[in-house]
């Protein structure tokens, strides 16, 4: 299973992502987080996009070592 993020499009965020979600496809994680947001497929993609991250221990910062 891989791990996905969801982002908003056409911010400058700093590449943070809102949601994050394992699971097996990027179709999957894009259904699962339009259903979150409840939005059909075609207006999530309109205002979010969804990524595959690596793993969350890569994504430490200075506090938690």
Do not use: C, D, P, W
Not at 18 to 45: C, D, H, P, R
Request: glycine share 10%; aromatic share 10%.
């Amino acid at each position: 299973m891989a791990k996905f993020g969801m982002y908003t499009k056409g911010t400058n965020e700093g590449g943070q992502h809102i949601n994050i979600i394992e699971m097996s496809s990027k179709e999957q994680a894009t259904a699962y987080f339009a259903g979150v947001k409840k939005l059909s497929l075609s207006q999530f993609n309109n205002l979010f996009e969804v990524r595959e991250i690596g793993s969350l221990n890569e994504n430490k910062n200075l506090l938690l070592g």
